[in-house]
């Protein structure tokens, strides 16, 4: 459930941002979700299944967070 924030002319939502680092340099920070569990979700994904699939080397190290973000409702972006 996202929540809308009347900021004069610009109807603004709370969203979380997914951030993905790898050997502590910001890989990944453009995937929005609606709530934090999904997001959550992914992020645990993306630690605990680096190795699985064999996409990371063993010495990457991998971590993943999601941050709340104020963003206008009306907008070009992604909102999983």
Known sequence: QTR????GTIQMIH????IVMVNGTVSSQDMYFRGINE????????VSGQ???GYLPDQ????AYCVPR???ENNNLKVY
Not at 4 to 7: A, E, L, P, V
Not at 39 to 46: P, S, V
């Open 60 to 63: 990457a190290n991998v971590g």
């Open 39 to 46: 997001c959550n979700w992914y992020a645990d994904a993306i």
């Open 15 to 18: 969203v979380f941002l997914l």
């Open 70 to 72: 104020l963003i206008p």
């Open 51 to 53: 190795r699985k699939n």
């Open 4 to 7: 809308t924030i009347d900021c």
